[in-house]
């Protein structure tokens, strides 16, 4: 029952999403949770099953990570090789010809995914294991990006085109809070700590933060995993 409602989630997301436009310097919107659904259905499945202690939160996909598989986070060798994803996955209706969808077969890793999954793999052996207490999303299911091929992330939209988009967003993310009943709910990175505060405020479940994994983040590129494990033990998320 837990699966069938967070994929149902998952849906009413993806049409809430597909309602809105976006105006320049945005170009292009990647929706995964369309073209690469069989994907993040089957993510959904493995991961979504039973009630969780702990919730992920990151922003949005990244270019080589969900948008290319369809997995939160979605560095290509851990979808593929760990989580095991391996249902076929389609291309956006508009792609830049930057910015192609490969899926399973892109060759570039997003960092950010290598070293969380990475941290996950190493701490829990199997994804069987991980998704006994854990979960892990993205707040917003588009990637955005301008003419020029540049990755533009929500916190760059104008109010009146993010302001629809975090309703839609705020309230999945309720919805899913609804569905795992999870105790902790830990942001990846300032973003995703003030989308959960604000939507989750008067909800039953204890925001916590870690530090993002991104390699544009100097703190992040000195042992991320060492720092991203002692804040989930202190503040005792683990």
Partial sequence: MTTK???AAARDLSAACNTLTFADPVAYVYNPLDYAWPAHEQYLHLA???PKRVVFLG???GPFGMAQTG???GEVAAARDWLGINAPIGKPTREH???PVDGLACTRSEVSGRRLWGLFSER???PEKFFIDHFIINHCPL???EDTGRNRTPDKLPSAESGPLMDACDSHLRRVVQIL?????IAVGGFAEKRATEALSKMDVRVGKILHPSPASPAANRGWAEQATAQMTAQGAW
């Fill in 143 to 145: 990637a955005f990006m």
């Fill in 97 to 99: 010809p930057k910015r």
């Fill in 181 to 185: 009943e999870p105790e902790w709910l």
């Fill in 48 to 50: 979504g099953a039973t």
């Fill in 59 to 61: 922003m949005n996909p």
């Fill in 124 to 126: 829990f052996a199997t």
């Fill in 5 to 7: 409602k967070i994929i």
């Fill in 71 to 73: 997995v939160p986070f």
